[in-house]
């Protein structure tokens, strides 16, 4: 899908069918998961804009905040920003630049207070302009982390 600016203003908020595709190709415990997340994604952050980038799902707002992927027995849950993310349980893995993901195994794993709290802190960062992870966003190729 490619999503121009103005478009991005008109599905801020909605979900999109393209992102409700992807969920039917997933198994059905997997995309109960995806769905549970997603809806916890838009709550937190009523303007989020959901498509399809990379194959996979993200949801960007002022760029990207996060991503859904279905993967053999688990959703993960990625974060554009995730080193940045505070995580007191240390439960966000990866050992990229700045990306980490959350496994989801279940829906009863789900700590929903916790992500929506990710998802708010990850929609500052990309508007903060006074971090490290506001750097790495201004050396993307557009300047707007969409890469």
């Excluded at 709550?43 to 859904?68: D, K, S």
């Excluded at 700045?98 to 802190?121: C, F, N, P």
Aim: net charge neutral.
């Amino acid at each position: 899908m490619s999503t121009t600016e103005p478009d991005l203003v008109k599905h801020a908020g909605h979900y999109i069918d393209e992102v409700d595709h992807y969920f039917t190709g997933m198994k059905p415990e997997l995309a109960d998961i995806a769905r549970e997340l997603r809806r916890i994604i838009h709550e937190a952050e009523p303007e989020i804009v959901e498509r399809i980038m990379f194959g996979q799902p993200w949801f960007t707002r002022n760029g990207r905040v996060c991503y859904l992927r279905g993967i053999k027995n688990y959703v993960a849950l990625g974060f554009q920003a995730g080193r940045f993310l505070s995580d007191p349980n240390k439960v966000l893995e990866g050992t990229g630049k700045s990306m980490r993901h959350l496994k989801v195994y279940s829906t009863e794993m789900i700590d929903r207070k916790q992500i929506g709290a990710w998802i708010q802190e990850a929609v500052k960062l990309n508007t903060s302009g006074k971090d490290e992870f506001a750097e790495l966003v201004k050396s993307s190729i557009s300047g707007k982390g969409d890469e």
